[in-house]
């Protein structure tokens, strides 16, 4: 799965829609202030077409922490000896720290920035008039409908 594209792995999308813009780094050309941080540049359409892809990795990644956090498993392990993986509770533990980075690296894999997994806010990398900008998203909105400066973070948001 690693190997396939993020267009492959959405449901019901179509490749195009969602493969960076060709000439993306060269669209800031001599314009550019500042080297891009990102290969990959998203359009608002292909953002929005990656969202429930994305909202999948969050609950994955959640789900993961939960595990990580389980005090049970944790005290467990503790106690285990050195070397024996503390049996059951090791194996919850370790499955969830290993869920925990393949759905961090499968978001990054695709330049999809994780900001804040509790609110489920995330960016986009994308261009605004030759500059490098993040579309912005966070879980419970509908659709990317706002977008920040690289410095600005989310409490600069500005709607498109």
């Known amino acids: 799965m690693a190997g396939r594209t993020l267009a492959a792995r959405l449901p019901g999308s179509t490749a195009y829609r969602l493969r960076p813009r060709r000439g993306a780094a060269r669209a800031c050309?001599?314009?550019?202030?500042?080297?891009l941080n990102h290969e990959r540049h998203y359009t608002v359409e292909?953002?929005?077409?990656a969202l429930d892809w994305v909202l999948a990795r969050i609950k994955r990644l959640r789900?993961?922490?939960?595990?990580?956090?389980?005090?049970?498993?944790?005290?467990a392990l503790t106690g285990a000896a050195p070397g024996n993986g503390g049996g059951a509770h090791g194996r919850t533990v370790s499955?969830?720290?290993?869920?925990?980075?393949?759905?961090?690296?499968?978001?990054?894999?695709v330049d999809v920035v994780l900001r804040d997994l509790e609110r489920g806010l995330?960016?986009?990398?994308?261009l605004r008039e030759g500059?490098?900008?993040y579309l912005?998203?966070?879980?419970?909105?509908?659709?990317?409908g706002f977008w920040h400066g690289?410095?600005?973070?989310?409490?600069?948001?500005r709607p498109l």
């Open 95 to 109: 499955e969830g720290f290993v869920e925990l980075r393949s759905a961090l690296g499968e978001l990054q894999a």
């Open 136 to 144: 912005c998203w966070e879980e419970g909105e509908q659709s990317i």
């Open 46 to 49: 292909q953002a929005d077409a």
């Open 63 to 75: 789900a993961a922490r939960e595990r990580l956090e389980d005090e049970e498993a944790r005290e």
């Open 122 to 126: 995330v960016d986009f990398p994308s």
């Open 150 to 157: 690289v410095e600005d973070g989310h409490a600069g948001r």
């Open 131 to 133: 500059q490098e900008v």
């Open 29 to 35: 050309g001599a314009r550019a202030e500042r080297a």
